[in-house]
């Protein structure tokens, strides 16, 4: 199923620019922790006099606790589907462990598990809240119980850890983290703004010089903290891209598993990429191993865009 699904896969392993899930998930997060704590001040509210409008103002918070969990609830719906398709397509890589110490494929597994069982338990909780409002305690100032709030925030202690496996899988594994540029050794320039969808039709043209700006929220989540692990090479149709910086366009001919494997293996540096004329046609090695061949015309300006993807 995994290989069907990654047929069409783009620079992040997804048939789409940005992952989905992690941006998603905060919508999610964001709905319910604020259903629970409205729910929380309701409860804890006590007004100082009898007036009507004391008591609206404590219903106001029974309201906002209601709308946000069930807004909270729906829109979980998507954020499952789409955590649920995003790990399918997940290959996290074996050599990697988190903070906690464990593997990355441990760490999606949990993740993975622990969101469908949070998500049925929204749900549960949704039912209870709902039957709350309009049948059990309608005709009640206080609208929810004790036992209720105390639940909720215990969810709320649940979903935290489980947003912690989430961000172990982004920053230590480096699964769907973002489209990542930049290197650890990465300068202030490559902040700068770059095309997400560059014209390919003729990888060995130079690019235009980008000039650095100041990083704004959008940067942010564009270009990530430089703590974040190395872009990987990937294949986008017959382009070669590491990161989302396209490469090179290869032949038809190009054994694109070996090459990625290969090129994927560990972190290289620029001048482990080498170039061999001494055959009938150019070699271009990697840490003195064979990887390319090209043509001679060719060679030189394939081996420079190689090198220049490190530098």
Do not use: C
Request: aromatic letters at 8%; charged letters at 15%.
């Amino acid at each position: 199923m995994r290989h069907l699904l990654m047929s069409s896969v783009g620079l992040n392993q997804l048939p789409y620019s940005f992952p989905l899930h992690p941006s998603l998930v905060h919508f999610t997060i964001g709905l319910f922790i604020t259903a629970i704590l409205a729910d929380l001040f309701g409860v804890l509210y006590r007004p100082k006099s009898v007036q009507d409008q004391a008591q609206v103002e404590r219903l106001n918070f029974f309201d906002i606790g209601w709308w946000n969990l069930l807004m909270a609830t729906m829109f979980t719906v998507a954020t499952v589907a789409v955590g649920i398709y995003e790990i399918v397509l997940a290959k996290p890589p074996e050599n990697l462990t988190t903070a906690w110490g464990l593997s990355g494929e441990l760490t999606m597994h949990l993740h993975g598990i622990s969101g469908i069982i949070l998500f049925g338990i929204m749900i549960a909780l949704t039912v209870w809240r709902g039957l709350q409002r309009y049948r059990w305690r309608r005709t009640k100032s206080q609208q929810v119980s004790r036992k209720y709030v105390m639940v909720g925030v215990l969810v709320v202690g649940l979903m935290s850890i489980q947003g912690i496996l989430g961000s172990h899988l982004a920053h230590d594994i480096g699964i769907h983290n973002t489209a990542a540029i930049g290197r650890s050794s990465v300068t202030q320039s490559a902040l700068a703004p770059v095309q997400l969808q560059p014209n390919i039709s003729d990888p060995l043209a130079p690019h235009p010089p980008s000039l650095a700006k100041s990083r704004t929220i959008s940067d942010s989540m564009v270009y990530p903290p430089l703590n974040l692990p190395d872009p990987k090479f990937a294949q986008v149709e017959q382009t070669l891209y590491y990161g989302v910086s396209p490469i090179l366009r290869l032949p038809d001919s190009t054994d694109w598993i070996a090459l990625l494997e290969r090129l994927n293996q560990r972190s290289w540096r620029a001048d482990q990429f080498k170039l061999d004329r001494s055959g009938e046609s150019a070699l271009i090695t990697l840490a003195g191993q064979p990887l390319l061949h090209a043509d001679r015309s060719l060679a030189t300006a394939w081996l420079h865009k190689l090198q220049q993807a490190f530098l």
